[in-house]
Every structure is written in structure tokens, then in C-alpha cells.
């Protein structure tokens, strides 16, 4: 079961967790998919898109569970990444972590990702 991976404020995701869907940040609101990452391309994703932010979730996925609505399409660099074409059932969560900056200003991506 691969996980995929999804970077959003915490306050953005307790409130979905309220509603019981995620149905995305204003990012992939506006472009019409939720953004998601592999783990190799977490990093990056956190340094271009989340820099110096703080309060930030880290949420694990198991893309197994989200069927044809997952797509990986080519994006940055012309890698697939996932995205999601529908909101993110709670059930396909694996787990959920603080993303905490380091004092460089980058945050601390797991290593075991």
C-alpha cells in the first residue's frame, strides 16, 4: 500500500475533520484536484509551496483506497504526482503528524517516508 502525502495547516484540517471530507486548500480548489506528494517528492513540495510556514499538518494516505479518482499526472519537472479528483474520504488516512520547522526555516520531513 504506497502512501502518498498532503501538507495542509492544521486548522484547515481539524475543520475537515469536522465535516468528515477534505475537500481541499484553496490551491486545489482552484485548480479543480487536491494536491498530494510521494515521498521523494515531499521536500521539495514543503520547500516551494510551505516555506517558513508553520502550524502545518502532515498527512499520510493510502492511495490504494482513494480508486479512479487518483490520478498521476505529470507536473514539476515533468514528474507524476498524485492528485485527487474528488474530496479525501477520512477512511484512506494512515496517520496524521505535525510538520515542525527546523531553525533553518525548512521543516522536518520524516526520513522513513
Known amino acids: 500500500m504506497p502512501l502518498i502525502y498532503k501538507i495542509c ?3 484547515l484540517w481539524r ?3 469536522g465535516k468528515g471530507r477534505f475537500d481541499g486548500a484553496p490551491v486545489d480548489l482552484s485548480d479543480g484536484y487536491i494536491h498530494f506528494s510521494t515521498g521523494a517528492q ?3 513540495t514543503a520547500a516551494k509551496h510551505f516555506a517558513g510556514q508553520d ?3 502532515l498527512i499520510a494516505i493510502d492511495d490504494s483506497r482513494l480508486g479512479e479518482a487518483l490520478r498521476y499526472e505529470p507536473s514539476r519537472g515533468g514528474a507524476l504526482f498524485p492528485h485527487l479528483y474528488a474530496a479525501l474520504d477520512p477512511k484512506a488516512i494512515r496517520w496524521v ?3 515542525p520547522l527546523k531553525p533553518d526555516g525548512g521543516h522536518a520531513i520524516p526520513a522513513d517516508l
Do not use: I, R, V
Request: no cysteine; charged share 20%.
Open 9 to 11: 495547516p492544521a486548522a
Open 15 to 17: 475543520d475537515a475533520e
Open 42 to 44: 515531499l521536500a521539495e
Open 55 to 57: 502550524g502545518l499538518l
Open 97 to 99: 503528524a505535525q510538520l
